[in-house]
T-cell receptor, first 114, second 113 residues
Framework: AQSVTQLDSHVSVSEGTPVLLRCNYS??????LFWYVQHPNKGLQLLLK??????LVKGINGFEAEFKKSETSFHLTKPSAHMSDAAEYFC????????????FGTGTRLKVLA | NAGVTQTPKFRVLKTGQSMTLLCAQD?????MYWYRQDPGMGLRLIHY???????AKGEVPDGYNVSRLKKQNFLLGLESAAPSQTSVYFC????????????FGPGTRLTVL
């Protein structure tokens, strides 16, 4: 069965310090993986996606993620946090069989301290 | 180009009442999805559609019905609302073929008393 696990429900960082949000997946097939961001009372916005091209994926707002097949991980990073990065982040895997459903992680809430 | 829109944004129902949530997309996308978001549980798939006139059950379909009579619209119905259906509902769409990015609407916050 395919699944996705976000290892931290909450992460706090100081402004200007690096961000690491962890995601592990299990998939029987080559996965498509996504990171979405949700700001308070807003919809979900795509940050970046991996679809079997380059293993290091760059997204919007300075975020990037590295696909590591041997570790079944797709961790999200940013070199320097900004106050506006405070939000909830979701790691998502797309099922590649059948009718293209998606599995969402339970989310990581990022807090940025001044 | 409005993307994905949802109507209404907020609604309060009493137990047993019915309502319909409307999702509309103007991107000519084939696939549409309804999710619910509850604290600590991520998004869970209620129903989805792979094209006009088709619907299928997702992970948590009980108590909901859907229809996709027009390609651009995907309706989610609650026939007899229950407090357990208090949630934030998100609609998403994606293109067919090789496109696999979902685009989300702004959400509908539903409270059932």
């Amino acid at each position: 069965a395919q699944s996705v696990t976000q290892l931290d429900s909450h992460v706090s960082v100081s402004e200007g310090t690096p961000v690491l949000l962890r995601c592990n997946y299990s998939s029987s097939y080559s996965p498509s993986l996504f990171w979405y961001v949700q700001h308070p009372n807003k919809g979900l916005q795509l940050l970046l996606k991996y679809t079997s091209a380059a293993t290091l994926v760059k997204g919007i707002n300075g975020f990037e993620a590295e696909f590591k097949k041997s570790e079944t991980s797709f961790h999200l990073t940013k070199p320097s946090a900004h106050m506006s990065d405070a939000a909830e982040y979701f790691c998502v895997v797309r099922l590649t069989s059948g009718t293209y459903k998606y599995i969402f992680g339970t989310g990581t809430r990022l807090k940025v301290l001044a | 180009n409005a993307g994905v829109t949802q109507t209404p944004k907020f609604r309060v129902l009493k137990t047993g009442q019915s309502m319909t949530l409307l999702c509309a997309q103007d991107m000519n996308h084939e696939y549409m999805y309804w999710y619910r978001q509850d604290p600590g549980m991520g998004l869970r798939l209620i129903h989805y559609s792979v094209g006009e006139g088709t619907t299928a059950k997702g992970e948590v379909p009980d108590g909901y019905n859907v229809s996709r009579l027009k390609k651009q619209n995907f309706l989610l119905g609650l026939e007899s609302a229950a407090p357990s259906q208090t949630s934030v509902y998100f609609c998403a769409s994606r293109a067919g073929g090789g496109g696999d990015t979902q685009y989300f609407g702004p959400g509908t916050r539903l409270t059932v008393l």
